[in-house]
C-alpha cells in the first residue's frame, strides 16, 4: 500500500515571512532612497526628477555642506552636550531607585512615566520664560538642558530596570571591601550597567539631533542653531532648489545612523537586560 508523503509547510511559511519583510521594509525606506535620489539630482525640479539617478552629481551637497555644515557641527556639539548632561542626571538617579529602598519608589518612576506625555510645546513655553529670567536663551547650555530633558525620563525608566537586576551581593560585597556608595556605583554598578548606559546615550543623542520645537522657541537669533531649525529655514529660502535641501537632510541622517549601527548590538542587550534576573 502506498503512503503519501507530505511536503512540510514550514519551507513556505519562511518565505512568505521573508517576502513580506521585505516588501515592508522597502515601503519604509522607500522616503530615505528617493531623499537621496534627489540629492543626487540637484539641477532637475521636484517633479522631474528620474526614479533613478544618471550620475553622481555631488554639487548638492557641496552646497548644503557649505551652508549648512555650521549648524551640524552645532546640533553635535548641542547633542553631545545633551547626552553628558542625561546620564550625569540620570544613572544616579536610577540607582537610587532601583537599589535603595526609597517611600514611593514606583511613584516616582510612574510620575517619570507621566512626563513623557506632556505636550513639547507646553515645555518649551514654560521653559521659555524662565530662560529670560536666568539669562539661557540663545546659549548652548540652555539648548543642552532643554534636549537632555527629553531623555532623562525614558534613561530613568530603562536604566533603572537594568540595575534591579544587579545582584546585591554584588554591592554589598564591595561595601564590605570598603567601598562607599560613590564610589561602588561609579566602579561596580556602571560598568555592569554598560549596555543599559549606550542605549541610554544613545537615545538621548536622537532625541536631542531631532529636536525642533527647543531650538525653534529658546533661540531668537542665529547664534545658536540645529541643522534641524537650519533645513527648516533652508527650505523657505530655497524652496526651488530641492536638490541641496534633500542633501541637507541626507547629511543630518548620517551620524544617527552610523551610532544605530555601531551600537544595535548594545541597544538590543540594553533593552532586554533588564526583563531577566
Not at 521653559?127 to 548652548?140: E, H, I, P, Q, R
Not at 536631542?208 to 527650505?235: C, E, H, R
Request: proline share 4%.
Amino acid at each position: 500500500m502506498a503512503t503519501e508523503t507530505v511536503k512540510p509547510r514550514g519551507g513556505r511559511r519562511r518565505w512568505g515571512s521573508t517576502v513580506a519583510g521585505v516588501l515592508v521594509l522597502a515601503v519604509m525606506l522607500f522616503p530615505l532612497y528617493w531623499m537621496l535620489n534627489t540629492a543626487l539630482q540637484p539641477e532637475a525640479g521636484l517633479l522631474e526628477v528620474d526614479p533613478v539617478p544618471h550620475g553622481l552629481d555631488l554639487s548638492g551637497f557641496s552646497k548644503a555642506l557649505t551652508d549648512q555644515g555650521g549648524h551640524l557641527l552645532t546640533s553635535l556639539v548641542v547633542s553631545l552636550g545633551a547626552v553628558a548632561i542625561c546620564l550625569a542626571v540620570a544613572a544616579p538617579a536610577a540607582y537610587g531607585l532601583a537599589q535603595f529602598r526609597l517611600r514611593g519608589s514606583r511613584t516616582i518612576v510612574f510620575g517619570t512615566l507621566i512626563t513623557q506625555m506632556v505636550p513639547g510645546i507646553v515645555i518649551a513655553n514654560a521653559l521659555y520664560n524662565s530662560y529670560v529670567d536666568l539669562g539661557l536663551v540663545n546659549s548652548y547650555f540652555g539648548l543642552m538642558l532643554a534636549d537632555a530633558s527629553l531623555g532623562i525620563p525614558f534613561s530613568i525608566v530603562l536604566m533603572r530596570s537594568f540595575m534591579v537586576s544587579i545582584p546585591g551581593e554584588v554591592v554589598e560585597a564591595a561595601q564590605v571591601d570598603g567601598a562607599g556608595r560613590l564610589r561602588t556605583f561609579v566602579q561596580v554598578v556602571l560598568p555592569m550597567s554598560r549596555n543599559s548606559l549606550i542605549t541610554s546615550g544613545l537615545f538621548a543623542f536622537l532625541f536631542s539631533w531631532s529636536d525642533f520645537m527647543f531650538a525653534l522657541t529658546l533661540n531668537t537669533t542665529d547664534d545658536v542653531k540645529p541643522v534641524t531649525l537650519g533645513i527648516y529655514q533652508y527650505i523657505g529660502a530655497h524652496v526651488g532648489d530641492w536638490g541641496s535641501v534633500m542633501a541637507a537632510s541626507v547629511l543630518s541622517a548620517i551620524p544617527a545612523a552610523i551610532l544605530l549601527v555601531f551600537a544595535q548590538k548594545y541597544i538590543a542587550a540594553g533593552i532586554t537586560g533588564g526583563s531577566v534576573k
